[in-house]
């Protein structure tokens, strides 16, 4: 059993900067770790970063390295995801999720998806 909320979105103009966080419940791993993920209206969920469990090594998509950084509170099972030139195409609903980070992947381990957070960028 996993769960996932989602805070800290809301309506910016572009080049702004948001914080999103994530509450997480779930059994401490070793190697496995969080992901973020969004969704923009009429286009597939993707994955965007991710940090592990075990060493707090992180990994990005291209398409937001050196804009978003994400990090983690171990002890307080929060994850956070600062963001921050933002672009309209970055408009959509944020997630985290239980995730196995790789250099050129972020894939979602289980189906344990939260209402996620609104994140809107304004030109």
């Known amino acids: 059993q996993a769960q996932f909320v989602e805070s800290g979105g809301g309506l910016v103009q572009v080049g702004g900067s948001l914080r999103l966080s994530c509450t997480a419940s779930v059994p401490t791993l070793d190697y496995f770790g969080i992901g973020w993920f969004r969704q923009a209206p009429g286009k597939e969920r993707e994955g965007i970063a991710c940090?592990?469990?075990?060493?707090?090594?992180?990994y990005y998509q291209e398409f937001v390295e050196g804009r978003f950084t994400i990090s983690r509170d171990i002890a307080k099972t929060m994850v956070f995801l600062q963001m921050n030139s933002l672009k309209p195409d970055d408009t959509a609903v944020y997630y985290c999720?239980?995730?196995?980070?790789?250099?050129?992947?972020?894939?979602?381990?289980?189906?344990?998806w939260g209402r996620g957070t609104q994140v809107t960028v304004s030109s």
């Open positions: 940090i592990n469990s075990d060493d707090d090594r992180t």
């Open positions: 999720h239980l995730s196995r980070c790789t250099s050129n992947s972020v894939a979602p381990l289980g189906d344990y």
